[in-house]
């Protein structure tokens, strides 16, 4: 495992994390898309706050000349306006990035940009690939030379690899992507096309969307909201979808029998955001199902319900409604702590909770409380946080988590740790009660997973150690690095 940065310590000790967001535009009058693929960006900074990109090129240009800028920080922090004015070009990728596999420095920023021989390609990637390794050292033994440390320049080379074989660059995407495995929502810029891939699973989501006579392909329709564009559809698992000044074309040959897709189940109850939807199934509805179902299987007597911010929040409505014990806010949440958090040193008093998190004094005092939360991972800020009610006077404090305990790793892009350090590996719900100080404890069971997303497949990996395929044998993340 790489070692977090400073900024992230804080987030490492107990939230999970997703890979990242990507964003491509394709205007067909050519016009310049930069500043729209910005704010696309900024409508996706909860995938990743560590670093981002764009790169845009004009179609009607000189075929090579790809103009990118990226750098370290949130959409805001590495873009100014007059960088933005500087990118001129009518097709364009965007990436904001936080890191599984590979460290956490600006080479790794994406987009990645290839001049190759057949022109430029720019690629933007959300998900892990659990072949990168073997095929990393293939490359290299042919003597590709590598500029990162992340298998999205892995995908990159295979797909320049292809298309110099290849009669366009959208068969080089498909004959690429019979040779990578895992999880990938892959967003391409050629010098003519703009193409968008789905891994056969579906792990990660793609949607397709326009604005005016602009063509989107994007992580979630909440970045097409945020442009006023309309939602058209979402890339079907193992699709691959080219748009040119033709207009759309796709191709489902890597396409899965339906009951063999496996979406990540924590874009629904965690990562994306609860305005979105995807494949069909609303974010927020999901996280308002999950809460429902955890009053049904764990009801408790209490005064109030209260979520912990920001994806408690619509469970613990969920469970409030279902229950009909009032909904309250028990946490005001400082939104300013950012990447750049420093983690207070043991020396000093400061708990890190306490600086992002603080409860409201008159919303628990003398009641039983009912305290909804996504996911426990190692338990560390549970405590802290069961530990913060009691103080401010709490009588009970009974907590429900809206998703199962966490048992194994994750490999398809999401930060789930190595076994050892999930609280819930070898231990029963009952002493994960005692060690966060709870008065009652209850998960939302597995069964439940599939009714929350109205019968989607999905991977419970996590959950069962059922992946959809074959683990690596080792921990491939941050592999790169060691």
């Not at 080219?242 to 496996?262: H, R």
């Amino acid at each position: 495992m790489k070692k977090p940065g400073v900024h992230q310590q804080m987030e490492v000790e107990e939230k999970l994390r997703e890979e990242c967001g990507v964003f491509g535009m394709y205007d067909l009058d050519g016009k310049d898309v930069a500043a729209s693929i910005y704010y696309g960006l900024f409508a996706l900074q909860h995938r990743g706050q560590e670093s981002c990109g764009i790169a845009v090129s004009e179609t009607n240009g000189p075929k090579g000349k790809v103009t990118s800028y990226k750098g370290m920080g949130l959409v805001n922090e590495v873009f100014t306006g007059e960088e933005l004015e500087q990118m001129r070009g009518d097709i364009g990728v965007g990436h904001v990035r936080y890191s599984t596999a590979g460290a956490s420095t600006r080479e790794n920023a994406q987009p990645l940009v290839l001049n190759y021989v057949k022109g430029t390609l720019a690629l933007a990637h959300n998900g892990n690939l659990i072949n990168a390794p073997e095929l990393r050292e293939e490359l290299a033994y042919s003597g590709a030379i590598f500029q990162t440390t992340i298998d999205s320049e892995v995908v990159a080379y295979h797909i320049a690899r292809e298309r110099v074989k290849t009669k366009n660059v959208e068969s080089a995407v498909l004959n690429a992507m019979k040779k990578i495995k895992g999880a990938y929502s892959l967003v391409i810029m050629s010098p003519r096309k703009l193409i968008g891939a789905r891994d056969p699973f579906g792990f990660k989501p793609l949607c397709i969307g326009k604005r005016d006579n602009a063509y989107i392909i994007t992580s979630e329709t909440c970045a097409l909201e945020t442009l006023g564009a309309e939602y058209i559809r979402d890339i079907e698992p193992g699709e691959v979808v080219t748009i040119t000044k033709d207009g759309i074309k796709s191709d489902t040959s890597m396409c899965l029998p339906k009951e063999q897709q496996a979406r990540c189940i924590f874009e629904y109850i965690y990562f994306a955001r609860p305005d979105s939807h995807i494949d069909g199934v609303s974010v927020y509805g999901s996280r308002i199902k999950a809460g429902r179902f955890l009053a049904m299987d764990s009801p408790v007597e209490a005064d109030i319900v209260v979520g912990v911010p920001e994806s408690g929040n619509a469970a613990a409505m969920g469970y409030a409604m279902e229950s009909g014990i009032p909904y309250g806010t028990a946490f005001v949440k400082n939104s300013y702590v950012g990447r750049t958090f420093i983690k207070p040193k043991q020396s000093t008093r400061e708990s890190s909770v306490k600086i992002k998190l603080n409860v409201l004094r008159e919303a628990v005092a003398g009641k039983r409380v009912i305290m909804i939360d996504d996911s426990i991972v190692r338990g560390t800020t549970s405590d802290r946080i069961v530990k913060m009610l009691r103080d401010a006077g709490a009588t009970e404090v009974h907590m429900r988590v809206s998703s199962p305990p966490f048992l194994w790793p994750c490999y398809f892009g999401t930060d789930v740790p190595a076994r050892e350090q999930l609280i819930a590996y070898n231990r029963s719900v009952e002493e994960i009660r005692q060690i966060i100080g709870a008065d009652s404890l209850g998960y939302l069971k597995i069964e439940r997973l599939k009714e929350l997303v109205n019968g989607l497949d999905i991977c419970e990996g996590c959950f069962t150690g059922r992946y959809p395929m074959e683990p690596p044998k080792d921990d491939i993340r941050g592999e790169y690095d060691k």
